[in-house]
């Protein structure tokens, strides 16, 4: 059966972008596929400067995100990164067959790169540790929204060429394919990028009902709705996207009809959609809350996947070892 693998950074509370745009589609899946959800801690400590304890404290936070939204570890493996060491130990491999010209062409490092006045190595190489991070367990697919399309390329190219080095005729190391999330891009509470903590532009899954509205209620709508009578476009407008991932069916056309209409203000539009969200999120809220005052239980989650990851990952690199001449 084809094996799932997809990480996430350890940045704290689980955002509504990380949320609609990854998480949920992977709580749909764990259950129909092997599925590995990695925190990728290594990933970051890459770009800027961190506090050890932070680091800490924001993987512990992110596990209670995604197991209080939803991960099943009876059903899907969630563990952190670093308490697998082989991940490390299969990038240098893959550093020394990886063209550089293919990192320099990734758009992600260009784009960092451009707005840095030092750049390590470590954001040059590391789609190549994204590469290692699913060849690791030979993962087959790999959920991605469409802006990491060009870094799984990439873990094709370099599965492609180890294989043709290495491989003794077979492709040991699949071509991991894409699962497309079918959650569009979620933009940010400034309706200028995407949803992200870095641009303080977010929602955190975790606050309250009033920490939500004091953000919700002066986000950006629909530029064009200058006055309460004019009529609204949904489709231009962030509200209405979320709306559509939070909403029932029949709740979004309505909302659609007095938006265009002009029947509802944005205000109005916004307290519809913050009762909708409390109908998802107060759950969530509540597990977290729970799984915050078991600490031991979220250790034990992430130690009994930290060891299934260790077992793939070992087997993995005595193969590789082998292969290469390396034993």
Known sequence: MSRIFSGIQPSGELHLGNYLGAVKNWIQLQGQHPTIICIVDYHAIITVPYDPDVLRARRREM?????????????????????????????????????????ERQTQFKDKASRQESVNAGLLNYPVLQAADILLYRADLVPVGEDQLQHLELSRVVARRWNAMYGRGEDYFPEP??????????????????????????????????????????????????????????EVCNIYTL?????????????????????????????????????????????AEELRAQPARVDEVLAAGASACRAIAQQTMADVRERMGLD
């Open 63 to 103: 596990a209670v995100s995604l197991l209080a939204a939803g991960i099943d570890p009876e059903v899907a493996t969630l563990y952190v990164q670093s308490a697998v060491r082989e991940h490390t130990e299969l990038q240098w491999i893959l550093n020394t067959i990886t063209p550089l010209g293919e990192l």
């Open 243 to 287: 709306h559509k991932a939070f909403s029932a069916p029949d709740a979004v056309k309505q909302v659609y009809e007095q938006c265009t209409s002009a029947g509802w203000g944005c205000v109005d539009c916004k307290k519809v959609l913050l009762d909708a969200m409390d109908g998802e999120l107060v759950p969530i809220r509540r597990r």
């Open 177 to 234: 394919q894409p699962l497309l999330t079918p959650t569009r891009r979620i933009m940010g509470l400034d309706g200028q990028a995407k949803m992200s903590k870095s641009l303080g532009n977010t929602i955190a899954l975790l606050e309250s009902r009033d920490e939500i509205w004091a953000k919700l209620r002066p986000a950006v709508t629909d530029p064009a709705r200058v006055r309460r009578t004019d009529p609204g476009h949904p």
